[in-house]
């Protein structure tokens, strides 16, 4: 679930130039050596809840971001098709904090912990079993 800092009001990413980050991460997981004979690793990209009007002490440091951010739970699903890999939108069962704007609140996260059970279980299911990875 990464992506939101990129629209912190020091930074003039949009949407899309995060989603490019996440893209260059999956590539460098894919590329990343592994024990012989171990899979790939199955790679999930979370999109982070759509941030909202920043709040309290950390509103001047992601001022703007709200706008900048726009669209990324679909350019995160655009990467994701793109490099073949899981997707979850978090802002589908949650959003963000209450009382900041950007990050979860602790019922947030119980929300989002267990709608993630539902979306990791089968992913791990269908790893090989007998590697470090599989159940």
């Known amino acids: 679930m990464l ?3 990129d629209f912190q009001s020091m930074h003039q990413f949009t949407a899309s130039h995060s989603a490019q980050g996440t893209a260059s991460l999956v590539q460098a997981i894919r590329q990343a050596p592994i024990e012989p004979g171990m899979p790939v690793p199955a790679i999930l990209i979370v ?3 759509q941030v909202q009007e920043p709040k309290g002490a950390i509103a001047p440091k992601f001022e703007g971001a709200p706008q900048k951010s ?13 490099r073949e ?8 069962v949650t959003p963000t904090s ?3 704007g950007v990050h979860l609140d602790a019922d947030q996260h119980e929300r989002l ?8 279980g089968p992913i791990l299911r269908r790893l090989p079993l007998g590697t470090e990875q599989g159940i």
Do not use: H, I, Q, Y
């Open 70 to 82: 726009a669209g990324l739970a679909a350019a995160l699903s655009a990467v994701a098709k793109e």
């Open 98 to 100: 209450r009382v900041d």
């Open 47 to 49: 999109a982070p809840p």
């Open 85 to 92: 890999c899981e997707f979850f939108d978090a802002g589908t």
């Open 113 to 120: 912990g267990l709608a993630m059970a539902d979306v990791v």
């Open 3 to 5: 992506g939101t800092n």
